[in-house]
């Protein structure tokens, strides 16, 4: 048991907190535009309706208790920008902790601050910031990875009761994190062989890290996860295809970082693993021949982890929300390029670089957002003001209404999707159809009379197509057919 006293002894909470507020202020400005959009993003779209919380389904049961202090009641409410401002906190305190855990110098420097940029700025946790009502929970789920580290000066016991409680935490908010923990383990078992501690402290801290891992999820996985088979999937593949499934998750993985990154995104990166493996070598007090090898097997092994749980999973998710990992990994090789080596010019270059783009991007995302909100604002009303001028009548008869085909995106989000190619994957088309949230907004935000939803497929449409209803609105942009049953959208 540990007294307050050598919790404050033992933390530099100053240098800590003052991290924190450093990182707070270059997110909240980077993030800026994504919160000056105001765009509900996907399931924000059900939330603002209607109130709902609904993370149980998904076994993030802290999300869902939470919530209810974050507004204040059971039923939801658009507090935005609230929950956004509340992430950003929980991210600046993770990047302020894993300065703390990996740099002996406890200094405010520039290329702290950069290395640590990927972890929140890279697209991948942009998405989840994009969530007015998920992104909170998102970011405690990371910060629940990275508490533990502070506590292993502790001792064993308390280093893994924290572990186990901060693993469980990440379980019950936001499971993609699941990377985090063993990445920050390996990082810093390397780290420690390159100060030529002793093997067996080392072991030590391995062995209680993986056995702290492994309980924790058990512990979740037995306790208090549900199984969910729908658009993902959390049940474990079994043991005779486990290595094809984590070599198919890998590939899949992989490629679609390689598909979304910028030529000069991939430069960065590349520069900094390399400076990574330079501050190691150059750092060691061991082998030098030895210290490349476990550099360039620490590379390779945190890049493959980063997934984390997901590895496992024959059906696990490769949205954008579901790949952050990546950027945590490249601020652990960041972090360290500059921690090991204060004098690595390529480290510092790399760091900086990467960090600059990373906010340029940013501003470029908040902006697509609100181009892209502006134009299915602009289709939505074109096609409420046809669908009023029919003049069908309004009675107890419900008219059965079909979407097809998809508004797309804004001619400007286009063109900015061919600098950013993960700007494809990260702005989504609300309105349309063949995805329920394509024509949520359109069918629930404006109380449309009489009308029935049908979700939209081909071969519903082409049944109703091929019916003579006769065309009542054709323009630019879409055509109308109705009859005396139902309405047909389709759109150009």
């Not at 004098?343 to 995302?365: E, Q």
Request: charged share 15%; glycine share 4%; with cysteine.
């Amino acid at each position: 048991m540990f007294y307050l006293k050598e919790l404050r002894e033992k933390i530099d909470w100053n240098f800590i907190f003052k991290l924190t507020a450093i990182f707070s202020v270059i997110f909240l400005i980077a993030i800026s535009a994504i919160l000056r959009a105001n765009f509900n993003y996907i399931d924000d779209l059900g939330r603002t309706l209607q109130g709902y919380r609904g993370w149980e389904n998904f076994s993030r049961y802290i999300s869902t208790y939470l919530s209810v202090v974050v507004h204040a009641g059971r039923r939801l409410t658009d507090i935005s920008p609230l929950p956004q401002f509340i992430a950003i906190i929980c991210m600046a305190f993770s990047s302020a902790i894993v300065v703390d855990v990996f740099c002996e110098r406890k200094k405010l420097s520039i290329w702290y601050v950069a290395s640590l940029i990927p972890m929140t700025l890279l697209p991948y946790f942009l998405e989840c910031l994009s969530y007015k009502f998920d992104a909170p929970y998102m970011a405690l789920s990371v910060l629940g990875s990275i508490v533990p580290f502070l506590f292993y000066k502790f001792g064993y016991k308390v280093y893994m009761v924290v572990s186990i409680f901060g693993l469980l935490v990440m379980c019950m908010t936001y499971q993609v994190s699941s990377g985090i923990y063993p990445m920050i383990t390996i990082f810093l078992c390397a780290k420690y062989w390159n100060q030529d501690k002793s093997i067996k402290e080392i072991k030590d801290f391995l062995a209680q890290s993986i056995l702290s891992y492994v309980v924790g999820l058990l512990l979740f996985k037995v306790v208090f996860m549900k199984t969910v088979n729908t658009y993902v999937s959390n049940d474990i593949t079994k043991t005779n295809s486990i290595f094809q499934t984590i070599s198919e998750n890998l590939l899949r993985y992989f490629s679609i970082i390689k598909n979304d990154a910028t030529n000069s995104w991939t430069i960065f990166v590349a520069l900094i693993a390399v400076a990574f493996v330079v501050s190691f070598i150059v750092s060691s007090m061991r082998s030098k021949m030895m210290a490349s090898i476990l550099a360039i097997s620490v590379v390779i092994l945190g890049a493959s982890i980063s997934y984390g749980a997901y590895l496992v999973l024959p059906k696990p998710l490769f949205a954008p929300r579901g790949m952050y990992g990546i950027g945590v990994f490249i601020a652990l090789l960041g972090i360290n390029s500059v921690g090991l080596w204060n004098k690595n010019i390529l480290a510092k270059a790399g760091n900086l670089f990467l960090a600059w783009s990373l906010i340029v991007f940013s501003f470029t995302y908040g902006n697509a957002l609100a181009e892209q909100k502006r134009y299915t604002d602009f289709r939505t009303q074109l096609v409420l003001s046809d669908i009023s001028k029919l003049n069908y009548p309004i009675s107890s008869k419900k008219y059965e209404m079909m979407l097809y085909g998809n508004a797309g995106k804004s001619p400007v989000v286009k063109n900015m999707e061919r600098k950013y190619r993960v700007l494809s994957r990260l702005v989504p088309s609300t309105l349309g159809s063949n995805w329920w949230w394509n024509e949520y907004y359109l069918y629930n935000y404006f109380s449309l009379p009489n009308v029935k939803q049908i979700f939209g497929d081909k071969k519903k449409f082409k049944k109703f197509e091929n019916a003579e209803i006769p065309v009542v609105v054709d323009t630019w942009y879409h055509t109308i057919k109705r009859n005396e049953k139902y309405i047909l959208v389709k759109f150009k």
